[in-house]
């Protein structure tokens, strides 16, 4: 009964009363009947009590909840309730007098004002609410856009690479990554996405006990995030065609810290295959130094004879830069982020955390 109650009493003070209906005069008229039992009971405890004081909190829910009309008649009814119930017995014998009057335009005065306030802030919600819900209506819009967009460049790629399916299922990979990462933050209102949630993204074909995390989790920021998201698809679909992945006890490490506001990452494939001899700059190489730059990024990247051994670290934007960043003046300043990796000190040095599987915290 109780919780029942208190949903009720949400969804009224949440969504409010029509104004001018007579759910909300009757709300009104409830408020002031609760108000005058508190006086009551009070009055019990103290016969100095102010006579009006339990009328303005309840003309404050009134005219929040019902609008102008309800708080006005909560304020009538308290006023005629202070007058015939809570009034001094000898009220009558100076009843115009400086004090009482006084205490008649502090009434009326604070009552108006109570309800002008009201009245302004729900004003205020309701509009913040429309804009809310046309924000959302114009999001869900742009989302199946996008959708749509995705779904025809799908389309134009497999006609165009239907002589070269590998390089077609490539792409098609690297859109579905795009659009996985866009479905995520699309849920987070574009507020951005924590680190686990990407990799565990990334990491769902797999097998996910050989991908072992340390490392506490944080939120990246929208741009970041679909960076990271590309980052880690691929290398993850490198480590599953040529590197760990590929073997049957191959298994990858990764580990990150966050100091301030820069992050770094360990990625450390274990008991792959070894590295082929000849090695070329691919898309996945291109992407992480073009893709870090904008971010002061930098990479290192090594092969050992158990695979891959790639670090990268990059500065999360503040909430400024987040909407001023300007992407081509950050590449053409930060230069070439592609520096040779020491590991001749063996394995990375792993953060302080347990490790965990993907999607275990």
């Not at 019902?66 to 009220?91: H, R």
């Not at 494939?269 to 082929?276: D, F, H, L």
Request: contains cysteine; glycine residues 8%; charged residues 20%.
């Amino acid at each position: 009964m109780l919780r029942l109650t208190l949903g009720w009493w949400r969804q009224l003070w949440c969504g409010g009363l029509r104004p001018g209906s007579s759910s909300s005069l009757l709300f009104a008229t409830l408020c002031i009947g609760l108000a005058t039992i508190v006086r009551i009971l009070l009055g019990e405890l103290s016969t100095s009590s102010a006579v009006f004081a339990p009328c303005y909190s309840a003309t404050l829910v009134a005219a929040l909840v019902g609008g102008t009309q309800a708080g006005t008649l909560a304020a009538l009814l308290g006023a005629i309730a202070a007058f015939l119930l809570f009034v001094p017995p000898d009220w009558a014998s100076h009843a115009f007098d400086q004090n009482q009057l006084v205490n008649v335009l502090l009434f009326a005065g604070s009552s108006g004002v109570i309800i002008w306030a009201a009245q302004s802030y729900r004003a205020l919600l309701w509009q913040l609410r429309d804009e809310q819900e046309r924000r959302q209506l114009l999001n869900h819009e742009l989302v199946h856009r996008i959708n749509n967009i995705l779904t025809i460049v799908q389309a134009v790629i497999g006609q165009t690479l239907r002589a070269d399916p590998e390089a077609r299922d490539r792409l098609r990979n690297r859109i579905a990554a795009l659009a996985a990462t866009n479905d995520l933050l699309v849920r987070a209102q574009w507020r951005g996405a924590s680190v686990e949630r990407i990799l565990a993204g990334e990491f769902a074909p797999y097998d996910p006990g050989r991908f072992l995390l340390y490392g506490e989790d944080f939120e990246c920021p929208a741009q970041i995030a679909t960076v990271l998201a590309l980052i880690f698809h691929e290398l993850t679909t490198n480590a599953a065609k040529y590197g760990a992945l590929s073997a049957p006890r191959g298994r990858v490490v990764l580990s990150w810290t966050k100091r301030g506001n820069r992050v770094e990452f360990d990625w450390a494939e274990r008991e792959g295959p070894p590295p082929a001899e000849e090695r070329h700059d691919g898309f996945g190489t291109v992407l992480l130094r073009q893709g870090l730059r904008q971010f002061d990024g930098a990479v290192q990247m090594a092969f050992t004879p158990h695979g891959l051994h790639c670090r990268l670290s990059l500065a999360l934007p503040s909430p400024q830069q987040e909407e001023t960043v300007d992407l081509a003046s950050r590449e053409s300043a930060c230069g070439d982020s592609t520096l040779p990796l020491d590991v001749t000190a063996g394995n990375a040095e792993l953060a302080l955390h347990p490790p965990r599987l993907v999607g275990q915290k």
